[in-house]
């Protein structure tokens, strides 16, 4: 643990371990339900050693303390790859090592192994939430040149968040992602009717092949997913990333009992079953707002299921549930047809050698024009009927 003591009143306390901050303390400066940055999903990838030293993220979380009470706080992670951001940057590197200069370690605030966009500086006032940023990418850039860290980056901020870190002298990266939208619809049949003809029968299609396969589905939630549903769907997950990556994956099975132990109420599970017997299962995290669709995995290969899984029965969960979007998680084109919107997501960055932040610069503007008429060209695809 080390310290940093700002101007009048302020200290900016680095921690390596959420272990040093209490859990209420920290969930008071979460704003509404968004799981992602709570102390139970964030201490759950500690305890279970998905994340560590060893695994290449040591966390560095950012305190910010006023007269003894905490303020503001940054979920930080010393990098020593780029594995599991999904804001990809190892072109950056590579050049860094032409240049005989090392990126690693770099800082980054993100949430491991979830792209999902939400709030990554949590501040008590917000009304004080420009003068706090400043404050804190000051305390993370000196942090950095203490640690000889290439760089900080902010993975999947909200806009606000990322529009204020540009105040910051970082540079803000656009990427894309496709979600889908209940526009107040009340069943499954209320959605598709939005579509056109050619694509609603394509996709109740899919819907029916699943039905004559003899698949159903079980949607569990909470303390309702027991010990037997959750080992299958480790078993799923560690086979879906053997055939993908080679690996088990990056979770442990202790993060997903943690889970199930501390925060089961932010979970939803799908199960699919063949003539009663379990063949794949997903694994959607939620909070008031917003369905996410996280993992999956099967035992067997049937055709739809992936889409059915994954997509369709998070539709109807969430028109059942009054939830208002779905998060289904990063790239896919394939989700286009199905109902998802394509939505800007953002980064920012800092590089502290001032040629690479100049390069990247252009980098990057360049790189947002490519994108804003990329989902500009996807709009105009969308299968719905024209208004």
Known sequence: MSTNTQPINFKCIFVDNLKFIDAE???ALCPGDYPFVRHEFLSALETSGSVSNDKGWQPQHLLVEEN?????????????????????????????????????????????????SGTRILIADPARQPALIAIIVAAIKKRAQELNASSWHCLFPIAEISAQLIACETLQRIGCQFHWFNRGYKSWDDFVATMTSRKRKNIN?????IQEQEISFLVKEGADINAVDWHLFYQLY?????????????????FFNT?????????????????????????????????????????????????????????DYAIK????????????????????????????????????QQAIKNFVEQEAEGLQTYCTGVKNNLPFKEA
Request: aromatic share 18%; charged share 20%; glycine share 8%.
């Open 205 to 209: 299609k899919e819907r029916r092949n």
């Open 259 to 315: 889970l199930s132990e501390n925060f089961s109420t932010a979970v939803m599970m799908v199960i699919a079953q063949h003539q009663e017997k379990p063949i794949a299962a997903a694994l959607f995290f939620k909070d008031g707002n917003t369905l996410y669709g996280r993992y999956w995995g099967c035992v067997a290969e049937y055709d739809f299921l992936h889409f059915e899984t994954c997509y369709y029965q998070g539709i």
């Open 238 to 254: 560690c086979n879906t990333y053997l055939k993908r990556s080679g690996h088990n994956g990056y979770l442990t099975k202790q």
């Open 25 to 27: 303390r920290w969930n």
């Open 68 to 116: 003894d009470v905490l303020i503001a706080a940054v979920p930080l992670y010393i990098k020593y790859h780029s594995y599991g951001e999904y804001v990809f940057d190892w072109a950056w590197a590579d050049a860094y090592k032409r240049y005989g200069m090392d990126y690693y370690p770099k800082l980054i605030s993100a949430i491991p192994f979830t792209p999902c």
């Open 321 to 356: 549930n009054g939830l208002q979007r779905f998060d289904g998680g990063a790239q896919g084109e394939h989700k286009i047809q199905r109902g998802f919107e394509p939505v800007l997501t953002y980064s920012n960055h800092w590089l502290m050698h001032d040629e690479f």
